[in-house]
């Protein structure tokens, strides 16, 4: 029985490892199309025109100015070779998160193992490297956030909780999680990171460029929603496709929010507070695509930690409600569980929430 306990985490990390080359080996040649659009407006961008008008690609372009800055460096070589880059750049990625996690947690090798090998198996890795989405490096740079609060190395973690705020605006929220727990000197030097970080775009291109994006581009991002779209499984597509008014809506944020903010006063800890926050982040906005959901791979490796039996049920629940896809969801729309079963990742959130929120002390 010893024997065969030793050897668990080894096959698990084995299936993860073949599931990564199955997947690389299946878009090695593919069009990666949200890709193929950060790609034509780097160029764009240092040829010295507006990205974000005019820009004939897969989808418009939303990514503020940084972003294509810090990129930049893949998208020198031919559109396929790129591509190429950022497959192993994704899948890289997610191997150092879960070394970093391991690390950071202390978390034994066989929760290790079960972590790599149901984030490489999950839908949410598979869209969003096929897509060609920069997820899973704002993932690498979070636990690197993470990891570098945990181990008090704060210098570290402010330029890596900077540069995923630059890849992708979200994660700059969580500074509300320093400001929260009066992490003053963290909260002061990320900040400090961010904004050197979004003046370079001003310093390099035309500032029009940046206040473009900040007027059409940033405000739209804020107050617009994708509605009852299969893909976005965020508490606004779920009440779309219940047609609940907005007003019940608003309500429901200012709850889940403020029920966050009162846990992550209550418990002062930013190994906690941080993973609840990127949760609640992707609960609670406007749209949230599967892709994005690859970052949940964080709250689960802290909430995997020294978990009890019945957490683990719960999680496993929460893991399969989020990691799923309906591939023909035109064929259900109409049912009367349609709304509930498009929800799924919605509902595998709110349990994930949930688990966090209500996280005991000793475990």
């Not at 073949?18 to 240092?46: C, E, G, H």
């Not at 879960?98 to 978390?107: F, S, T, W």
């Not at 403020?258 to 906005?285: A, H, K, Q, Y």
Request: proline letters at 4%.
């Amino acid at each position: 029985m010893e024997k065969i306990k030793k050897v668990v985490p080894y096959v698990f990390l084995a299936g993860g490892a073949i599931s990564i080359l199955r997947t690389i080996y299946i878009l090695w040649n593919t069009f990666l199309p949200d890709f193929s659009t950060r790609y034509q407006a780097v160029r764009v961008l240092f040829g010295g025109n507006n990205p974000y008008s005019n820009l004939s690609s897969f989808t418009s372009e939303n990514y503020p100015p940084i972003a294509l800055i810090l990129i930049s460096p893949v998208t020198l070589f031919p559109f396929e070779v790129s591509s190429k880059i950022l497959i192993i750049l994704s899948v890289l990625s997610l191997i150092f998160c879960i070394v970093l996690l391991h690390r950071a947690l202390n978390l034994p090798l066989l929760q290790t193992s079960f972590l790599f090998f149901f984030a490489s198996i999950s839908f949410p890795f598979k869209f969003t490297v096929g897509m060609g989405q920069l997820n899973l490096l704002v993932l690498f740079f979070l636990t690197l956030f993470l990891f570098g609060v945990i181990k008090g190395k704060i210098f570290a973690a402010s330029i890596s909780i900077a540069i995923a705020s630059s890849l992708k605006l979200f994660p700059g929220i969580l500074l509300l999680v320093l400001l929260i727990q009066r992490k003053w000197k963290i909260f002061f030097i990320s900040s400090l990171a961010i904004l050197i970080l979004f003046l370079t775009s001003f310093v390099l291109f035309d500032k029009d460029i940046t206040l473009f994006y900040i007027r059409k581009i940033l405000v739209q991002l804020i107050l617009g929603s994708s509605g009852a779209e299969y893909y976005n499984q965020s508490i606004t597509g779920l009440f779309s496709r219940f047609n609940i008014n907005t007003g019940t809506l608003t309500l429901s944020r200012i709850f889940i929010f403020l029920l966050t903010v009162c846990f992550i006063l209550r418990r002062r800890e930013l190994s906690l507070g941080i993973p609840l926050f990127m949760t609640m982040i992707l609960l609670s906005s406007n749209f949230t695509w599967q892709h994005h959901l690859i970052l949940l791979l964080l709250p689960f490796a802290v909430l995997l930690k020294k978990s009890s039996l019945t957490t683990q049920m719960f999680m496993l629940i929460a893991y399969f409600l989020i990691a799923m896809n309906i591939k023909n969801p035109t064929l259900i729309t109409q049912e009367w569980y349609g709304p509930i079963a498009l929800s799924h990742s919605f509902f595998g959130m709110l349990i994930l929430w949930s688990l966090l929120v209500f996280k005991k002390n000793d475990q």
